[in-house]
């Protein structure tokens, strides 16, 4: 590796999404059946009958996941749906995974078998089939790399680029539940850290716990929104907090959006845990990430269809480009939306 | 991560293909489309009128490569070249790769600008479209994790399993070049760390060197059975020395195999390199991996079709099981062929 004279630039001084645009502004596609490329939850590739969807995520010991309060059968099993997540986001139904594994010497078979228990629970739950990957060791900690592979029908697909004005702005779930039980198994973790013989108290926060440790994939809400014959207008999952997704949509779109404060779908779990920390809920549901809800647009005239569901909240309404991203207080005020999202590349920094 | 008092299995105890068959013996594909999973050099996926064939490989910092000696651009396209080689032995062609990348604080965006350069050669070269990917930092190193994608008529594609008695065996090119190229580097390297001041003797030495750290994937020799009309019975790509692909076609094609050693094609710069080693050049070509030629086997009706080819060597040909898997050396020995191919999992023991 060179480290020349020339001036070398931090990578934190880009962070993720700076570096990704920097390496693939030049990225052209030359083949016809390349329907999409980088830039959406996962590249779509035009098989004649049906388009192929894949994506690809990986997991990293120390950045992604901390072995001290990861019990290996969820990495697994998260490790699957986290790839899942982004086949549904683009609406289409995941049918393959291949699962590469870099292991130091500190794992035993036995650890990796844990792994791929919930690797093979996650193929069961979500009915995929695992057809390859890689096996490898590695220097330090553990590395897990996947890649899902889904289908549909060219016409049901749906990308990040097409919101309109005027479309009604919905999300699955509930947001910032994943984020709060991150903070309590960190606080834990601290409390541990300094006094070996304790316990961590970790009951009664099942629910946040499940949201950070094994979260599922919205498989529910796209058999959902096929069988209501609906097919919204843009989609993605909400894997970096509703902030920085509904700034993908709208930098995408070219578009604007304003959600209401009020309108954001919050657990009581996760309210009763930020008090507990004295933070802000919505803090975590605008930029705590890794709840892996669907953030999609849907047309006015489909609003009928949807608007009774539990699991369904229209949070505001796409605007136009030079309205900007905003947030709308509950006392009224418009605050304009940032990407504070799960950042690694950029957490370095500190 | 649980450590409990039962007792755990070290994985250098299965090293990676026993460690593979563990965790996969069970796995079982549900989706009448899923046409091969686990279990050669990629997966095949029917869509109706083609075949996707997906692959996947991870390349991690000192243990498939060392920064001392392997240029960023180099390594970037490196990481293409071995899974466009995986899709080649299915005897499809590569369209598509998705590239993910974790990287450590000792990396400027300069240094990911260099390794996407390579990326982006090899797409060119190759004509491949790049479409996505994930970015990530890591603790400690570089690790790239690339899934290639091609596609194929069903009836072309090529599987290890469907090698038939009395087939003739070929490779093509010539073996044991990136094995010699690698001893080289590490020899330079270690008088390089004994002596700092010292320059590396790399001259002369291009060959080789290049087998090791710009390897090329078998994209002529795909193209050139296609235009001979030949469909070998079974391939795969030599990434880990001929006797364990070799071995790995008997076993899952319920064959034997008898091959010879004076028709393996041994490069003279390799034999060269061997001799200054005083190495027996048969044994990197048998052993050393990493060359990233086609293993394949033919219906003897084929055989006056590329009997004369420069490039494609008959090296022996398949037997019925019970005859085992055997080298006949140039004395008339027969001599059991063994797996001792490149396997980190296993060299960990060391």
Request: net charge negative; hydrophobic share 35%; aromatic share 6%.
């Amino acid at each position: 590796m060179k480290n020349d004279q020339k001036k070398l630039t931090e990578i934190s001084e880009l962070g993720e999404f700076g570096l990704i645009d920097q390496i693939t502004k030049d990225v052209k596609t030359k083949h016809k059946n390349t329907l999409k490329g980088v830039g959406d939850d996962a590249a779509v590739i035009d098989y004649g009958n049906t388009c192929s969807v894949v994506t690809t995520d990986l997991l990293i010991e120390g950045i992604h996941f901390n072995l001290i309060y990861t019990p290996l059968k969820h990495l697994g099993y998260k490790a699957v749906v986290v790839n899942l997540s982004d086949i549904y986001a683009m609406n289409a139904i995941p049918k393959q995974i291949t699962v590469s594994i870099a292991i130091s010497k500190k794992f035993a078979v036995e650890h990796i078998e844990e792994i791929y228990e919930g690797i093979k629970l996650a193929c069961e739950v979500y009915n995929i089939d695992l057809v390859g990957g890689d096996t490898s060791s590695s220097l330090t900690g553990l590395t897990i790399s996947v890649t899902a592979i889904g289908e549909a029908n060219k016409e049901d697909i749906v990308y990040r680029s097409t919101a309109q004005n005027t479309d009604i702005i919905c999300v699955t779930g509930n947001l910032g539940g994943a984020y709060m039980g991150l903070q309590l198994l960190e606080r834990e973790k601290e409390i541990f850290t300094a006094n070996p013989g304790t316990q961590p108290k970790l009951e009664g926060y099942d629910y946040i716990l499940q949201r950070q440790l094994k979260p599922e994939a919205r498989k529910d809400m796209v058999e959902l929104l096929k069988e209501l014959k609906i097919t919204p207008t843009a989609m993605i999952d909400i894997s970096d907090g509703l902030s920085s997704e509904l700034l993908h949509i709208c930098k995408n779109s070219n578009v604007g959006c304003k959600i209401f404060q009020d309108k954001i779908p919050i657990d009581l779990n996760t309210e009763k845990m930020a008090k507990e920390f004295k933070m802000e809920p919505l803090i975590a549901a605008l930029n705590g990430g890794e709840d892996y809800e669907l953030l999609f647009t849907l047309n006015g005239n489909d609003f009928d269809k949807i608007k009774d569901h539990a699991l369904i909240h229209p949070i505001g309404h796409i605007t136009g480009q030079k309205n900007g991203a905003v947030l709308i207080s509950e006392a009224g005020q418009a605050i304009p939306l940032q990407a504070q999202g799960w950042n690694p590349l950029k957490k370095e920094k500190k």
